[in-house]
């Protein structure tokens, strides 16, 4: 007997790390939810398991949005993931870079 393992594609992935993005967040699940979209919230408790989940295949996504990696380097694997896999990122960390000294 053949194990089928099947992939779970969220619509919205989101990496958070920041205490005070808590209420953002919370706000687009539930507008995510309302409009019968799918979020996976990844924050640095769940990060590793999340991003061998990706790797794995076991779970996807189709568009990213990063809200951690410019001030904690342990997101810098799941950037490159999304990266290697094309997926559609609403803040691409090389365009995003560019902004984040403003001096």
């Excluded at 590793?48 to 997101?75: H, I, T, W, Y």
Aim: hydrophobic fraction near 45%.
């Amino acid at each position: 007997m053949e194990l089928v393992i099947f992939m779970v594609i969220y619509d919205l992935c989101v990496a958070w790390n920041w205490l005070y993005d808590t209420d953002f967040i919370g706000l687009l699940d539930q507008s995510c939810q309302s409009s019968g979209l799918s979020l996976l919230q990844i924050k640095p408790e769940n990060l590793p398991q999340m991003l061998n989940s990706l790797v794995g295949g076991e779970l996807g996504c189709k568009v990213f949005f990063d809200r951690a990696s410019d001030v904690d380097p342990q997101f810098m694997p799941l950037v490159q993931w999304v990266r290697e896999d094309s997926i559609h990122c609403i803040n691409a960390y090389e365009l995003a870079a560019r902004t984040w000294d403003k001096a």
